[in-house]
């Protein structure tokens, strides 16, 4: 699998409790109700180092939906920890 990693800008700090080195991917449901990965131009995988940064890409990308939910429609975009083995899965 091709994995583009997107740092985000160095000013963001994580503030999560994410374990040292784990990737997160953002996740977006069609009007289906279909949740898929968000690619990036070239077609890769968008991957980012914290919480924080994923959600800020959220905000940033997906504008009127993060104002919805805001306002009782619910979230259309999510943040997904990606496992790189069944070992770190487990240990979660």
Known sequence: ???????G???????????????F??????ENGI?????????LLRTFATTEMAWSCIETEFRMDTYLAKY??????????????DKEWREG
């Not at 991917?25 to 069609?30: R, T, V």
């Open 72 to 85: 009782g429609d619910r979230q259309h975009a999510r943040v997904i920890r990606i496992f790189r083995n």
């Open 25 to 30: 991917k953002i996740q977006h449901e069609d």
């Open 9 to 23: 800008s160095t000013e963001h700090t994580d503030t999560s409790a994410s374990a040292e080195g784990s990737l």
């Open 1 to 7: 699998m091709n994995v583009s990693h997107h740092w």
């Open 35 to 43: 949740w898929t990965d968000v690619l990036d131009a070239a077609g």
